[in-house]
């Protein structure tokens, strides 16, 4: 591979995906939608300029580890540990029914199959893609709302965080099971080896980290750390326990995230992951995709995926949380307000291509629930506010 064709596939992909992505935040849409059609524009579906070769994947993978260290790092602990049962009661039935929504949509299509068969475990892994929920749309338009801080607003931001997390852990023990040697048991127990290692790992990092924080504030050298840190544990995640090393990634990522620099660690990692990273891995998603395998049956079935994706959220959440105590249009809000996807939906279906238990033609009905999730979630979420303020809509105490 000649380097002279490596840079010149890097500068058209970053220049190109940062005019799609602005485009795209123009009109309102997630840019990361802006960057995969950047994909599409410049890979074999359009005009073929770029060819997807092992660099680029080898970046691509490299991106989204930074991606899930970054989100590891945005997670609020104190928050996560506070939030209550409720929180965590919505956070579960939005990754079960999904899941269970997913797995039933995949099989009703292409047959049911056997459990322990590839057919099944590709019927699973669609499941797996519409359990996490990307709040950062919903965030905004209940900051515009001023409903943020509401009793509401905090509920649907824990659940979604852990919601995020326990989607990770499904993640991790579906690939696990897909493995020859892989059985539910080896894999439940190399799980919790993998995370009771992590806390005891955590809690010795983080103290050293600290001492390294306090002596050294805000220099070049806490990042460097914490990216070698990232990386080590996505490596022995993956080598040493068979599982997904964007999971490594993540826990690094919460293991700092209570660090006085975390910010400073975060802002360092989105300029590798804003710059160069991130764009290449949204691309190669646009890159993989084949619009000339697209079939009737194919838009059949992503016009379905997405209308159960977006369904199974509302019934889920919003179910939950009238068993939680809350009335009215609120469970509404807070099944609407779980139901839009993001980054890591795009992360896991890459995953499941990775893996061998998806096709990459599918990567076309994720692109359209984010896309569809995107545009429908605030609107949604502005009409059931059109009301009085009642006493449900107090701030959280």
Known sequence: MEILSVMKDLA??????????????????????????AGLVLGPSLLGIVQLNDFLSICAGIGVVLLMFSAGLGTNLKQLMHT???????????VFVPL?????????????????TPQFYSAVFIGVIITATSVSITVETLKELGKLKTELGTTILSAAIIDDVIGILVLTFVIGLKNPEG???????????????????????????????????????????ALALCFGLSYAAEKYFG??????????????????????????????????????????????????????????????????????????CGAMA??????????????????TRGEVALIVAQRGLTEGMISSVYFTSVILL????????????????????????APAV
Not at 22 to 31: I, V
Not at 100 to 116: D, I, P, R
Not at 324 to 331: A, I, L, M, N, S
């Open 183 to 225: 059985n539910p048991g080896f894999v439940a127990l190399s799980t919790v080896a993998f995370f009771a290692l992590s806390v005891v790992l955590g809690f010795v990092t983080y103290k050293a980290f600290k001492v390294i924080d306090k002596r050294w504030p805000h220099t070049r050298r806490i990042p460097i750390l």
């Open 243 to 316: 599982i997904a090393d964007i999971t490594g990634a993540y826990v690094a990522g919460v293991i700092l995230s209570k660090l006085h620099d975390s910010d400073y660690i975060e802002e360092k990692m989105d300029i590798n992951s804003y710059m160069i990273f991130g764009p290449v891995f949204f691309a190669s998603i646009g890159l993989r995709t084949r619009i000339d395998g697209i079939t009737w049956d194919l838009l059949l079935f992503s016009a379905a995926f997405v209308i159960v994706a977006l369904g199974t959220k509302i019934i889920g």
């Open 370 to 393: 984010i896309i569809v999730s995107s545009v429908l979630t605030p609107i949604i979420l502005k009409l059931l506010y059109r009301e009085k303020k009642t006493g449900a809509d």
């Open 84 to 94: 209550g049962v409720k929180a965590l009661l919505i956070a579960c039935a939005g």
């Open 100 to 116: 269970l929504g997913g797995t039933l949509l995949y099989m009703c299509f292409y047959g049911f199959s056997a459990v322990g």
């Open 12 to 37: 058209i992909i970053i220049v190109v995906a940062k005019i799609f992505g602005l485009l795209a935040r123009k009109l309102k849409a997630p840019q990361v939608v802006g960057e995969i059609i």
């Open 322 to 339: 009238r068993l939680c105590g809350f009335r009215g249009k609120d469970t509404l809000r807070i099944g609407v307000g779980m139901m």
